[in-house]
């Protein structure tokens, strides 16, 4: 079964400082690859995706993903967090063939003054 | 991009009531609407998919009797939470399907509904 994990479920990092947020995958066949935003007690909103093409994929607000098949990996960063880019974060897979999404459990980005 | 509402935003309802959400793609017709459940600092999980004037497909442990849902429409989805309880409280988000194509469709995300059971 496919799966995605997001490694570190609260993240802290310094307004201006680089942000990292993880997401690995499990899957023998390439999925299309997302990162969604949530605000609290808002939906999701998307950042950016990976179908197919280059695999360094810039989203909106700065942040950007890239995709790495050796590693299984759909990492997102931004290379000066501000103070509004404190949310939660979600990475999700979507099989090819399919319309369902799968997603991780989510990471909290907190930002420090 | 294409918009999904959801209404209400919020709703509190007493147990054994039920609740109805609607789900509605604003400009463009959705073959399939996609219903999912958030725990409290959970992530999503998918619950149902529905496709416009068919059954909708469950995913296992979602009990059909309970949460009913109607794709009646291109453009409007409804989950119906049937005597509710509250354990049944969460947070419900629809997510549309544009295109019958499965390739390069992309779900967009309604706003979520805040389900409290009291």
């Known amino acids: 079964a496919q799966s995605v994990t997001q490694l570190g479920s609260h993240v802290s990092v310094s307004e201006g400082a680089l942000v990292l947020l993880r997401c690995n995958y499990s899957?023998?066949?390439?999925?299309?690859l997302f990162w969604y935003v949530q605000y609290p007690n808002q939906g999701l909103q998307l950042l950016l995706k990976?179908?197919?093409?280059?695999?360094l994929v810039k989203g909106i607000n700065g942040f950007e993903a890239e995709f790495k098949k050796s590693e299984t990996s759909f990492h997102l960063t931004k290379p000066s967090a501000h103070m509004s880019d404190a949310a939660e974060y979600f990475c999700?897979?979507?099989?090819?063939?399919?319309?369902?999404?799968?997603f991780g459990t989510g990471t909290r980005l907190k930002v420090l003054a | 991009g294409a918009v999904v509402s959801q209404h209400p935003s919020w709703v509190i309802c007493k147990s054994g009531t039920s609740v109805k959400i609607e789900c509605r793609s604003l400009?463009?017709?959705?073959?399939?609407m996609f219903w999912y459940r958030q725990f409290p600092k959970q992530s999503l999980m998918l619950m149902a998919t529905?496709?416009?004037?068919?059954?909708?497909?469950?995913e296992q442990g979602v009990e059909k009797d309970k949460f009913l849902i109607n794709h009646a429409s291109l453009t409007l989805s409804t989950l119906t939470v049937t005597s509710a309880h509250p354990e049944d409280s969460s947070f419900y988000i629809c997510?549309?399907?544009?295109?019958?194509?499965?390739?390069?469709?992309?779900?967009?995300f309604g706003q979520g509904t805040r389900l409290t059971v009291v």
């Open positions: 997510s549309a399907a544009q295109g019958a194509s499965i390739v390069n469709t992309e779900a967009f």
């Open positions: 899957s023998s066949v390439p999925p299309y």
């Open positions: 990976y179908t197919t093409g280059a695999t």
């Open positions: 999700a897979v979507r099989p090819s063939g399919t319309y369902k999404y799968i």
């Open positions: 400009d463009f017709q959705a073959t399939t």
């Open positions: 529905s496709n416009e004037g068919s059954k909708a497909t469950y």
